[in-house]
């Protein structure tokens, strides 16, 4: 049987245990708890900066996107109604087509970048041939070959040597200009009653608020004293910059010119051409696709933009017989 000394033995032994457990379950000191904290501090600082960096890449991605979808949707409508612009008119009517840069100013003059690399900044003239002498016919042309047998036979064959649309540094870096355009078309079957549309679009105020892209189309009857209806509305906004430029077959034909202009009246076609209308257009828009709103970017801060461009034949133009006699042969 145990004895009382061995029953004291367990009890002593038990009292140390205890002891010992309680030692070992002792709390952080402050040395360990600072330490802890620093690391804390280290993670959850570095977790929020990629958060906030996430957000951002997150907010700029979506305004680009909306930008884009802005460009996008103004040249959509505006290739709509012009590839089936017409020099028929109503009756007692005449030809209408007009464009041209207006005398507005840009709320910016470019974009604050050198884009093409040649150390001058938005220098580019909104023309159709090289405007600020960076072009080089042997590095800056760029007209394919279109034959592996014939070097001679080449894409846009003319212009081998001069600079026009489509070629390096020509409207690579250019001055914002605002354009206007007036023309007449027949709207598809089913959206208007009438014969005849006249649309007009320009950069303006719209409804309280600048730099909005608009549409104003005119309803026009066979006859004087038909029913005329108009309306207006946004195609694109936050627009910084609108541009139209012309192709005359007549200036085309003249050495060494593009055929390119940037003003148009159907009342008084460049250089005596027999079209009121000119064969194709190239349009251009460029949409602020910034975070910060226009107006309350700091002076001199780089100008997030979208740019989009594209070319317009006009159908009827391009089926003229006047077009098809006179066109020039590449």
Request: aromatic content about 6%; hydrophobic content about 40%.
């Amino acid at each position: 049987m145990p004895t009382a000394t061995a029953a004291v033995r367990r009890s002593c032994m038990n009292s140390a245990s205890v002891i010992n457990l309680r030692s070992r379950r002792r709390g952080m000191s402050l040395v360990e708890v600072l330490v802890a904290m620093a690391i804390a501090g280290v993670f959850l600082s570095g977790t929020a900066m990629a958060f906030v960096q996430i957000m951002r890449a997150n907010d700029l991605a979506r305004v680009r996107m909306e930008a884009l979808a802005n460009a996008r949707h103004a040249l959509d409508q505006l290739s709509r109604d012009l590839i089936t612009a017409t020099d028929s008119a109503p009756t007692g009517g005449t030809p209408l087509f007009s464009t041209g840069i207006t005398s507005s100013t840009p709320i910016l003059t470019g974009n604050l970048i050198d884009d093409d690399g040649d150390g001058a900044i938005d220098e580019s003239e909104f023309t159709g041939v090289d405007a600020d002498g960076d072009w080089v016919a042997a590095s800056h042309n760029r007209h394919v070959q279109l034959s592996d047998t014939n070097p001679g036979i080449v894409e846009r064959k003319r212009l081998v040597g001069w600079s026009d649309p489509g070629d390096e540094m020509v409207l690579e870096d250019p001055a914002y200009v605002l354009s206007d355009l007036t023309f007449r078309f027949q709207p598809p079957v089913g959206t208007s009653t009438a014969p005849y549309q006249r649309a007009t679009y320009g950069v303006t105020n719209f409804d309280g608020e600048e730099n909005v892209l608009v549409r104003t189309l005119l309803d026009e009857g066979v006859a004087p004293g038909d029913p005329v209806t108009s309306s207006t509305g946004p195609v694109a906004f936050n627009v910084l910059s609108f541009g139209v430029l012309c192709y005359s077959e007549r200036l085309a034909v003249i050495p060494f010119a593009s055929g390119w202009i940037n003003t148009w009246d159907a009342d008084a076609p460049p250089a005596g051409g027999a079209l009121r209308l000119p064969v194709s257009t190239y349009l251009t828009v460029t949409v602020y696709a910034g975070v910060i709103p226009l107006d309350k970017l700091p002076p001199g801060s780089r100008i997030e933009t979208v740019t989009l461009t594209t070319m317009v034949n006009i159908e009827k133009m391009l089926a003229s017989p006047a077009y098809n006699a006179t066109r020039p042969t590449y």
